[in-house]
């Protein structure tokens, strides 16, 4: 049943698409909040694969995307709403279609959302994330089951045929696909993900090459905030299967914190057997930011959004509170016992 309803849903996608991309068109692509590997790899090769149809394509996110994916081809081209807020509103003011990727509810599009929300223009969505309202897209590719966004739109590309697949566009969807499944290690549903990947690696950049652009690239500082954060400040709780870790302001300012430094802590604490879940708890301007992940079918989505005011994905969920970092500790620790039960079982 939800073959053929995936199978519909795509149907009636390329239809529309194909009526939108028929004629040349101003198109602004817009990515998340902290925008990540897969945000900006499905939005750099979207646009790209629109500029190839004649047009207009620029791609747009609420706040600056950490350094390591600075490199990725295109990405100098990118809009940052808090750096250039005007610029941004004319494009979107303009636009004929505005392209939605990697979420799937305004309020995880930043400083953007204001001006989303006054927008009447026709949308279109391709994203893998939970609970989507399809009702306010022209045409939308929303599937779960998938690796990440940029695989849905390796799958767009490779519809309208592999010609249209450059060195650019595989190696901005191999940064998504890759930083999304950990290095292949997780969110991998279906044979169909490497299938792809293996399609855009003959295109691509050398693949170790992009790996190493990626991973290897840390500073003195993210490494040793690394090595302190699970040294120093791993709280284990074995009743609950639950390791978290909480940085302070301060401790980050100590190891000369830039943006992304922290990203990847989240996933070491999963190394160990024991552990089912695993909780990042930074302190940033004004806001405490939760990150979560899981193994197996405990959904840390659930979690997030039940008392985090976030979601995401079973095993990978983020969400944020106004709150200082005690508090914030104080509410995780208050709700894991709920959870205790479903922590403690295998599978
Ligand atoms: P991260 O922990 O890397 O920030 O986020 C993990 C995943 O959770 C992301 O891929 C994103 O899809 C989702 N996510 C992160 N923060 C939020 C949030 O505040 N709200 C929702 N709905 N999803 C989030
Ligand atoms: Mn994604």
């Keep these: 049943m939800q073959i053929i309803l995936a199978k519909m849903q795509r149907e009636q996608f390329f239809e529309a698409l194909d009526t939108v991309i028929q004629s040349p068109k ?7 909040v902290n925008p990540d590997g897969d945000a900006i790899g499905s939005s750099l090769a979207f646009a790209q694969f629109l500029k190839k149809f004649g047009h207009e394509a620029e791609v747009m996110v609420s706040n600056d995307f950490p350094d390591f994916l ?5 990405a100098c081209n990118i809009h940052i709403y808090d750096k250039a807020s005007e610029t941004c509103d004319q494009i979107l003011n303009v636009a004929d279609v505005l392209v939605i990727l990697d979420f799937n509810h305004s309020s995880r599009s930043g400083l953007i959302q204001e001006t989303l929300n006054k927008l009447n223009t026709k949308k279109i969505l391709i994203d893998h994330h939970r609970d989507t309202d399809l009702s306010q897209f022209f045409c939308a590719l929303s599937e779960t089951n998938v690796s990440s966004t940029s695989e849905l739109v390796a799958e767009v590309v490779m519809h309208y045929g592999e010609q249209y697949l450059d060195e650019s566009i595989a190696t901005n969807l191999l940064v998504g696909i890759m930083t999304d499944t950990g290095s292949f290690s997780h969110s991998i549903y279906h ?17 170790n090459q992009i790996h190493q652009l990626v991973y290897d690239t840390f500073s003195e500082g993210r490494l040793r905030l690394l090595g302190y954060s699970i040294s120093n400040k791993m709280e284990v709780l074995d009743e609950y299967a639950t390791a978290i870790i909480a940085l302070s302001k301060e401790e980050l300012a100590q190891f000369n914190y830039q943006v992304g430094d922290t990203e990847g802590v989240v996933n070491f604490p999963l190394n160990m057997k024991k552990i089912r879940m695993s909780v990042l708890v930074t302190e940033r301007q004004g806001i405490i930011r939760l990150s979560f992940r899981s193994k197996g079918n405990f959904s840390v989505h659930e979690l997030a959004n039940k008392y985090f005011n976030g979601g995401g994905h079973t095993n990978a969920a983020g969400g944020t509170l106004t709150c200082s970092l005690e508090k914030a500790l104080e509410l995780l620790h208050q709700v894991l016992p709920e959870y205790k039960e479903k922590l403690n079982q295998i599978g």
């Design 26 to 32: 101003r198109f602004a692509v817009v990515s998340h």
């Design 70 to 74: 600075a490199w990725m081809p295109g």
């Design 191 to 207: 044979s169909e993900t490497l299938a792809i990947c293996a399609k855009l690696i003959d295109k691509s950049i050398s693949y």
